[in-house]
């Protein structure tokens, strides 16, 4: 018996003997039932409208399994024996609506409606799933589900028209853990009143659909054999196979019949999607039915998988083993590589796509798969079946193999444990010899950086790191004992391992040294292939990602960037800190975060949408104005709403697929249609010569011109149509369409015009009639001459946008008798599409009937560009007199309909200093395509929307050129979208010009009521409707718009790599009313029927109607007592009912159409006022049906058409509103997160609340695509490349503001609108633009922090192309920032060069060994050494003991560690010193006690000697200070015992001058004892100034009683003598004198220069954010230099220089401050040199501004000791004297912080300047702009001595300076603007 495919659908049994295997399920459903809920979006599983419920039934466990699906890339063979539901299988109009219907329409969640029953079906899968849970059972009415699950439910469904939030709020509703007041706007109950209970809402309750029925799970059973095994074994006359063994798939593969077969091996079919195949396959072989392939298993190496498991089976066990009793390194792995596959896809594509088939695209066809990478990260295998052989293979080994063949079986993965990995082989060695005092750890961590954070979108880059260290206690480091490093998607044939990093990390101390050697070799292994698109920014990532696993382990950057985590917007700003406290700073980033937590909400977001809005009820015309539901919308939930391709295709219909050029400009010659494998049952080619006698090409005809419908003989752009295959099936027509092979020649050709600069060389232009030219305002010459600054031809470029409408153009059309047509069409202008229709058949309109009940999305993309779709639907019926209809496919969507007009601007504005524009002037070039469309109306919408500030006077020059491309139409906001965004960019352009807030420019520049009504003549309104000055005045409170700047500025400060920006942008709109019919008609029974001219595209049209309807007929009863709403039934356009319909555009339809319902009914109440008086005197109150009754019976004309043509005086009008939006910026990956928005919108008095509020925020979103994410790609010859789910991202809920609050502002009465209303449907989407702003300012942020690194590009002076899409903010943050940053942080190269010259300079005087590096941890600033000192942070004096290979050489890599190196002779050795603790004495008195236990000792002190000793350091000094009351001299634990024997120090120890002699509290009380205590401690040279002998004879005396045995002796000089040899003093005791030209060379002078103005550091700059004082002009008439310090090289210099305690004066060749500024400033300043000015000097002169230079003397130990760290006289004096009356900049010279709190708010700028020494220019590189302020303090300032000591990481923390901190400046010159906004001119006050 023929084995038969069944299933069921909705409980319906289905049973095919017959079936293509190559079927979609979805394809079925929708040609052969009568469910239609699943749609077509895509057909490659990135959309969500096709998901259904596919439930499996096991009969021996009785287990139902139910899960989502993609049912466009499910093959019907492979439901044998399971279960659909369907939309409608949840309920219906019949039955009854299911609770998720009902919600959908309560809470408004549903617009056109064509995503809705996928979103519902996503929902109800995550909602069955969560109940089967064992979660303890939630309160009554809820799910098991979490809120956080909810959201994620529909996580890859998209929704172009909602902007999702009101979905989140449905999915959310179902949640215990949501709080229901927090839900928006519903109609279950009210805002803000307590009633906000569960028991409002439709019942959830997960039992009731039975989504598995009965009959099949008999049938299942019945089938079952002896051993209760079920088989489902195939359909094999379908030609689908389903093997149970490998055995007996082998037998399949080598049998005849398949060897000679197009053969192909499915799991889930999702590939698919990926690989949208032409291929036409004989046979399928379903490997799901291999038990080897399903299984799990768990063996004490690791977990396997077989190949055929899905991604979401996987994700469940890897969870579970989580939860298990696993180690905590193997729970932490499987639970990255779960959560990382949760962002694989979807949760419906990951529910049938299998790890196996994921492998296999990634093996055999490039496929840029994360699983590759995270498996590969964390060291799988697999398990391969060839034809011959079963092999198992690292999974890297796989992946380099060449693609294995169609014949080759993946088995299986297995996934090790980490810790077996690892350990196994650990690649550790050359570890220094010290143990490891902590256990080893594993860590692993999963990256991708993609434009949805969520998934459903390719990684531009996935990596994975898996890593064991170890961590030291002594040096803190964490040393890599061995690393995995995964990467993929980069553009590399396959997911790599970087074995060249790896091997350089392992054994390495992670050090932000080694990251920075790690990371230029990463560079040299992630190379993206050749055309890899963005491919600079993908290696960026590489880099970035890297950074982001160490980052957390590196302790020398754990301080700088804090763990700041602010919820979710700054408004609600708390910084939180790790322990939850709450305060301006957040505790550092733990130091060693073995488990490495993500902390960047991009990568995690939190998807806890939140949400408010603000709408105030009028009540006035009830029910107008009442929040109603949408019409229709639970049927749109169900699935049940019929849309175009819904309606059952008549008997004998056709199918359409268009054939559209691939070449932007050539002759055609013929096309041939390629002879394929299987016949494509193509029916017929129809073309131009087509058109019937008496019909023309046309494909669109209207006023503005016509476009011809095919292509005839000569192409003109890439996509346009050249004629439509017609086949028997949609799948047939397009893949017969896919095999056009067309013939093009470009003989006698102009080339294409493929910019518009090509189409103005050759004036290709579409005139733009003179009543659409826009007029000028004011006089362009006179603004310009006010003008204060000049901004000349800058430039801006805007791409496209595609309108992503879910359901693509369709067109249905039948031919009826007589030459009549009968067209379906999914349009906004049926009219038009009529008249074309008529024209291109060559018949009368009157024989064309084009009906539109409802489009699937529109945004303009459905008005003319869905004309050419209908008419070649309509002529291919009228000629084969069949009925053919057409459903275009994503790709031809795309490729044909074009979409927003991209355009060139270049813009020349005049300004004051103050901001206030004084004139702009435009040049537009359109690109407008092949046809004019609706182009002519550009110009006009683009100044109208420029307009919106004023400008003073505005002029422009607007081209719409005539190019090679697809036409261009009109989409939401056409033209006004753009115009507004150049308004706004001028706005930021001056700003960043003058250095001013943007926003502040923005207010200075906003139209008065005056200026409003000279841009705006005519459509200004009264005063009092000009209400954006008080919106932008509410919205900046309500939304703390203010506070957040400054909580913003504060993240900015304390977060290095996460910027937030903020920006408030207005919008002005102006619409216009078009005339619109509307036709009322009453029906016998009482039931109203409505037609109105408008088309309902889901921006609730009939709603409005409905509601007019019901409030103006309810008129005849005053008192409101007839509802009527129930009653009233809006139909579909018809265009030979309703005559003159116009179309659907320009947000005012809605308006209009109600208005002309209005005046009907108007009529119809006149008509029956009369009656009813007259029946209510007869019989008193009468009722509406008896009142209908009667008007029947006397003959009323209950039917009135209106045809309302609005007055010219109030015919447009303008629209406003604001927002404020709140981003953040991931400034390692770019990618941009959206905090808060908050926007409020005048709807006047709103005709429908609910559906003005869905229309605004849908547009905001529908924004947001615009400018933040959908890439509009082109190829070389115009073709469209963005052209599908893959390469097109449009926002989905992972990409809206994550806090969404909307205000519908109502502005009240407006006597010329309808019922006071306003438009909604456009104007919003125009304040996306705030996003893209405070995008920008983020970005201003980064560059700001990156200045220095970035060079000398202006941080503000930049163009953020639209989108602004992750690669391109990258760009904008800096492709390099990590390297640059690790570079200018540790420069560890400066200092170790510092060392080299140094060590250069020594030697030339003959001297081999030098007292430095000071290592010691200053943690007292009083101590009077501290000047010496590198930092009180111990990670940072560790980094620089990198000097130590500068003096000494570099240790050769396998030199014993600890052993002295000192390299040849031109090196020094060198003396780490003063061991140790002597940075910790208390109150910071020198030589005195440090209080410190062991483990603090150890901690802070030691372990930068530990590093000295790895660089080989020779010798090491001994401490004068004491521990813990014990002399260190005499210290035998810590010097024999830790540093000799411990560490291993092979050097010699030196004591300090006289040390030995001061172990007594009175030096050499008693010298004996000293000697003896010192040189049994371990002290091996001693340093004796004086009485040497008295030294040897006790020591000979002390070894010769053996008190001191000979061996310590012997050890002394082995130590010794070991140091000398290495330092070649045997060979070369005198001095090289060939060495002499070392002494003070400039190259020295130089890198001493270098490194002063690097560690400047900047403290304050400027009095207020926006008003920086630095960098300092050269040129001003006169400057004031003054100050103790000014002038003076020893002060300069400090202490130990030329004198012990330093000296005043010119004691050495240098460069003083003075002499430095004079050689840098511009020769015409006149520079006025006061040591000490008195106030008649300052006040008497007119200086520009004054330099102040004051700081401490010189000083060096005991003297420098200092309890009140004053600024030494007369400094304060004269920081008072000058710095009161002069602007100044006060430059401290100093060894360490002082007290400088009183004098802050003083001076204009502070610069800690250290001590400089010699080299006075570092400062006034700096100083004057050469380079910028980068240094960041390496110590606390603090606020006042009594707080010391603290430190950073103290409790009480409360610095004046945090460490760390430092402003940077950025380099002016040589400043260059970006190249896309020349300035060509800045002029002052001229022209
Ligand atoms: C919309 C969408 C988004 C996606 N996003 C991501 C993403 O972000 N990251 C990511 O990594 N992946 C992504 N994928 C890819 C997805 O993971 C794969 O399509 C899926 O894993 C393939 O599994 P399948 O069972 O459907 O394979 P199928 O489509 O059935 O097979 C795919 C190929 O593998 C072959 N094959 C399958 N199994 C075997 C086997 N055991 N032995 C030999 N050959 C076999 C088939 O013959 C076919 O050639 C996405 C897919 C879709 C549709
Ligand atoms: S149609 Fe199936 S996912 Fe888009
Ligand atoms: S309502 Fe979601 S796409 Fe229209």
């Keep these: 018996m023929a084995r038969k495919l069944v299933f069921a659908v909705n409980g319906e049994r289905f049973e095919l003997a017959e079936v293509d295997p190559s079927t979609t399920l979805l394809e079925f459903l929708r040609t052969q039932t009568r469910f239609r809920g699943p749609k077509l979006g895509c057909g490659e599983g990135g959309c969500g409208a096709c998901v259904v419920l596919l439930s499996t039934y096991h009969p021996v466990s009785e287990q139902v399994k139910e899960f989502s699906i993609s049912s466009c890339l499910t093959l019907l063979c492979s439901i044998n024996f399971c279960s659909v539901t369907t939309s409608e299988g949840l309920g219906n109009s019949e039955d009854g609506f299911h609770p998720i219907h009902q919600r959908f329409a309560g809470f408004h969640a549903s617009q056109c409606g064509f995503c809705t029953p996928g979103m519902c079906m996503s929902l109800f899968s995550a909602l069955t799933n969560a109940d089967k849970t064992s979660r303890p059972e939630p309160p009554g009415g809820f799910s098991k589900i979490t809120k956080t699950e909810a959201e994620k439910a529909i996580a890859g469904n998209l929704c172009r028209c909602t902007g999702y939030r009101p979905i989140v709020d449905v999915c959310k509703s179902f949640a215990a853990d949501v709080d229901l007041e927090d839900l928006g706007l519903n109609t279950f109950w009210k805002k803000g009143n307590k009633d906000a209970t569960v028991c409002r809402l439709p019942c959830h309750s997960h039992k009731r659909i039975c989504t598995f029925p009965e009959f099949l799970k008999s049938e299942i059973k019945s089938s079952m054999d002896i051993l209760d095994n079920f088989k489902n074994t195939g359909l094999p006359e379908c030609q689908w196979y ?992 959206i905090l808060r928005t908050d926007l409020t919108y005048d709807c006047g008095q709103s005709l429908n609340p609910a559906v003005d509020l869905g229309q605004i925020e849908g547009a905001f979103v529908q924004g947001i695509g615009f400018f933040m994410c959908e890439e509009y790609l082109e190829n070389s010859d115009g073709l469209v490349i963005s052209d599908g789910t893959w390469t097109y991202k449009i926002p989905t809920i992972d990409t809206i503001p994550r806090q969404f609050n909307v205000k519908l502002w109502n502005s009240g009465h407006h006597e010329k609108r309808v019922l006071s209303s306003k438009a909604s449907g456009e104007p919003p989407l125009v304040l996306a633009c705030s996003i893209h702003s405070a995008t920008r300012e983020a970005i201003i942020a980064a560059r700001m922090e990156f200045s220095s690194a970035t060079g000398p590009d202006s941080s503000s002076s930049f163009q953020l192309e639209v989108p602004a899409t992750m690669p391109v903010v990258k760009e904008l943050c800096g492709l390099d920032n990590v390297e640059k940053y690790l570079e200018n942080l540790v420069d560890p190269e400066l200092v170790k060069r510092i060392g080299a010259a140094t060590a250069l300079e020594v030697r030339a005087t003959g001297i081999p060994y030098v007292f430095a590096p000071c290592i010691a941890v200053c943690r007292d600033p009083r101590w009077g050494r501290c000047y010496e000192s590198y930092s009180e942070d111990h990670n940072i004096v560790q980094q620089m003991t990198e000097i130590i290979p500068g003096l000494q050489g570099d240790v050769p890599a396998k030199y014993r560690k600890g052993v002295p190196y000192v390299s040849g002779k031109e090196k020094v050795a060198a003396c780490a010193k003063h061991y140790v603790g002597d940075g910790g004495t208390h109150n910071g008195i020198n030589e005195n006690n440090t209080i410190l236990n062991r483990a603090g000792l150890l901690s802070i002190h030691m372990p930068a000697y530990l590093n000295s000793i790895i660089k080989g350091v020779s010798t090491i000094m001994v401490s004068y200070s004491s521990w813990n009351g014990v002399k260190m001299h005499a210290n035998r634990d810590l010097v024999t015992g830790y540093l000799k024997n411990t560490l291993r120090f092979r050097g010699f120890v030196i004591s300090d001058w006289q040390g030995i002699d001061r172990i007594t509290s009175s030096p050499g009380a008693n010298y004996t004892y000293s000697v003896q205590a010192g040189i049994s401690a371990g002290i091996d040279m001693v340093m004796v100034p004086y009485n040497y002998s008295e030294f040897i004879n006790d020591l000979t005396s002390l070894v010769k009683k053996n008190v001191i045995p000979l061996s310590r002796i012997d050890d002394a000089v082995g130590r010794i003598l070991r140091v000398k040899f290495t330092i070649g003093l045997f060979e070369n005791p005198l001095a090289d004198l060939s060495l002499v030209d070392q002494l003070g060379k400039k190259e020295h002078r130089d890198l001493a220069r270098e490194a002063v103005r690097k560690s400047l550091v900047l403290l304050k700059n400027g009095k207020s954010t926006n008003d920086s004082f630095l960098p300092l002009p050269r040129k001003a008439a006169k400057i004031l230099i003054a100050g103790s310090h000014a002038n003076n090289l020893g002060y300069q210099c400090g202490g130990w220089t030329i004198e012990w305690q330093g000296d005043s004066g010119n004691i050495t060749v240098g460069t003083t401050i003075l002499d430095a500024v004079r050689s840098s400033i511009d020769p015409s300043t006149e520079v006025v040199y006061s040591e000490n000015p008195d106030s008649n000097i300052v006040k008497g002169n007119d200086f520009s501004y004054a330099i102040v230079v004051v700081g401490e003397p010189p000083y060096t130990e005991t003297a420098g000791d200092n309890l009140n760290l004053e600024l030494p006289d007369p400094g304060p004096s004269i920081i008072q004297t000058v710095c009161g009356t002069i602007k100044c900049v006060v430059i401290i010279i100093s060894g360490r912080p002082v007290v400088i709190e009183p004098y802050v708010p003083l001076v204009d700028a502070l610069v800690a300047a250290w001590l400089p020494g010699s080299e006075g220019q570092g400062l006034t590189d700096v100083l004057f702009g050469d380079y910028g302020f980068t240094g960041k303090l390496s110590r606390t300032w603090f606020k006042s001595v009594d707080q010391l000591p603290m430190n950073v990481g103290d409790k009480h923390y409360d610095p004046l300076f945090p460490f760390g901190f430092g402003l940077t400046t950025k380099p002016t010159s040589g400043r260059s603007f970006s190249s896309n906004l020349r300035i060509v001119k800045h002029m002052k006050g001229s022209n």
């Design 242 to 1233: 389903r093997p149970t063994s490998i055995e007996e798939l082998y037998e399949l593969l080598n049998s005849d019949a398949f060897l000679e077969s197009h053969v192909k091996l499915v799991v889930g079919n999702t590939g698919s999607g990926v690989y949208k195949e032409n291929d036409v396959y004989d046979k399928y072989i379903d490997l799901k039915g291999i038990p080897e392939l399903s299984v799990i298993r768990r063996d004490s190496g690791g977990v396997s998988f077989g190949a055929a498991v899905t991604i979401s089976m996987a994700i469940e066990v890897l969870k579970q083993k989580n939860e298990s009793e696993l180690h905590s390194d193997e729970r932490l792995v499987f639970s990255k590589i779960a959560d990382h596959m949760d962002k694989v896809a979807t949760p419906f594509i990951r529910n049938m796509a299998s790890l196996g088939g994921n492998l296999i695209m990634a093996q055999r066809s490039q496929f840029a798969s994360d699983v590759a990478t995270i498996l590969l990260a964390a060291g799988s295998t697999i398990c391969l079946q060839t034809a011959s052989e079963r092999l198992v293979l690292p999974l890297e080994e796989f992946l380099q193999r060449p693609p294995c063949d169609d014949r080759t079986v993946l088995i299986s993965i297995h996934v090790p444990f980490s810790t077996s990995v690892m350990e196994s082989s650990s690649g550790a060695n050359g570890c220094i010899d010290s143990e490891p005092t902590k256990e080893a750890d594993i860590l692993f961590e999963t990256y991708r950086a993609a434009p949805r954070p969520l998934g459903n979108a390719i990684a531009y880059v996935n990596s994975a790191f898996l890593a064991h260290v170890t961590s030291y206690n002594i040096s803190g480091d964490l040393v890599i004992h061995n690393i995995h490093l995964a990467f993929g998607a980069y553009g590399s044939e396959h997911a790599v391992r970087a074995r060249k990093v790896e091997n350089f990390l392992v054994g390495k101390p992670v050090t932000a040294c080694v990251l920075l050697g790690a990371i230029k070799l990463l560079k040299e292994t992630i190379i993206p292939n050749e055309h890899t698109p963005h491919s600079r920014y993908r290696s960026s990532l590489a880099i970035a990602f890297l950074f982001k696993f160490f980052q957390p382990l590196l302790k020398d950057l754990s301080v700088p960037e804090k763990n700041v985590q602010m919820s979710v917007s700054s408004a609600a700003a708390t910084i939180e800190n790790s322990n939850g406290c709450i305060s301006g700073f957040a505790d550092d980033l733990p130091h060693k975060a073995l488990n490495v937590k993500q902390l960047d909400q991009v990568n995690n977001p939190d998807l806890i949408l939140s949400s408010e809005q603000t709408v105030e009820f009028c009540k006035d015309y009830h029910p107008v104005g009442d929040p109603i539901k949408k019409t229709g919308v639970e049927l749109q939930a169900s699935g049940e709403a019929i849309y175009v391709d819904d309606i059952p295709s008549p008997k004998n219909c056709l199918y359409g697929a268009f054939v559209n050029s691939t070449r932007p400009l050539a002759h055609i010659k013929g096309i041939k249609f390629k002879s394929t494998s299987s016949p494509q049952k193509a029916f017929t080619f129809i073309g131009a010569d087509d058109i019937p006698k008496g019909g023309q090409n046309v494909g669109l005809s209207w006023i503005f011109g016509t476009e011809s419908l095919f292509a005839h003989s000569l192409t003109e752009c890439a996509g346009q149509p050249l004629g439509i295959v017609i086949a028997e099936t949609q799948r047939q027509a397009s893949m017969a369409a896919k095999q056009a092979d067309v013939q093009y020649c470009t003989d006698n050709l102009e080339p294409p015009i493929l910019s518009v600069e090509d189409a103005v060389r050759r004036s290709s232009f579409f005139k733009v009639p003179p009543f659409l030219c826009p007029q000028k305002v004011g006089d362009l010459s006179k603004g310009m001459a006010e003008a204060d600054h000049k901004i000349l031809s800058a430039e801006v470029k805007l791409g496209s946008q595609y309108y992503f409408y879910m359901e693509t153009q369709t067109a249905l059309a039948i031919p009826d008798e007589d030459n009549c047509i009968l067209v379906y069409s999914s349009t906004q202008c049926p009219e038009m599409a009529q008249d074309t229709i008529a024209k291109c058949l060559g018949i009368p309109a009157h024989n064309v009937r084009v009906i539109t009940r409802r489009v699937g999305g529109g945004f303009g993309g459905k008005g003319p560009r869905s004309v050419p779709v209908a008419t070649a639907c309509a002529l291919a019926a009228f000629r084969l007199r069949r009925p053919v209809r057409m459903y275009l496919d994503r790709k031809t969507d795309m490729i044909m309909t074009g979409g927003r007009h991209p355009m060139h601007i270049n813009y020349s504005v005049g300004f004051k200093s103050d901001g206030k524009i004084t004139a702009l002037h435009v040049d537009i070039l359109v690109n407008a395509g092949i046809t004019v469309d609706v182009s002519v109306i550009m110009p006009q919408n683009m100044v109208s929307a420029l307009k919106k500030y004023n400008w003073g006077a505005l002029s422009f020059d607007i081209r719409l050129c005539k190019t090679n491309f697809s036409t261009k139409s009109a989409m939401r906001g056409p033209g006004e979208v753009q115009g507004s965004f150049i308004a706004e960019s001028v706005i930021e352009h001056v700003a960043s010009f003058l250095s001013m807030d943007a926003n502040s420019v923005r207010k200075k520049n906003l139209h008065t009521y005056d200026s409003l009504m000279l841009f705006y003549e005519g459509s200004a309104g009264d005063a009092p409707e000009y209400t954006l000055p008080a919106m932008i005045d509410g919205l900046a409170s309500s939304a703390s718009y203010f506070d957040r700047l400054e909580i913003i500025r504060h993240f900015n400060s304390c977060n290095k790599w996460r910027k937030r920006g903020i920006s408030l942008v207005p919008v002005v709109y102006q619409v216009t009313l078009r005339p619109t019919p509307g036709k009322v008609s009453i029906l016998t029974d009482g039931s109203i029927v409505v037609e109105v001219g408008g088309i309902e595209i889901g921006q609730g049209l009939w709603t409005k109607v409905k509601q007019m309807t019901a409030f103006a007929l309810g008129q005849l009863w005053g008192d409101g007592s007839q509802n009527l709403l129930d009653r009233v039934r809006i139909i579909q356009a018809d265009t030979l009912s309703l005559v003159q319909g116009g179309f659907t555009a320009g947000s005012t339809t809605s308006e209009a159409s109600c208005e002309a319902v209005r005046l009907s009914c108007n009529v119809l109440v006149d008509r029956l006022k009369s009656l009813k008086q007259s029946l209510e005197d007869k019989i008193g109150s009468i009722s509406w049906d008896t009142l209908i009754f009667q008007a029947n019976m006397q003959s009323v004309n209950l039917s009135e058409r209106t045809y309302w043509v609005p007055e010219d005086a109030s015919i447009s009008y303008l629209n406003f509103g604001a927002a404020i939006s709140e981003v953040e910026v991931d400034v390692l990956t770019g990618a941009t997160i």
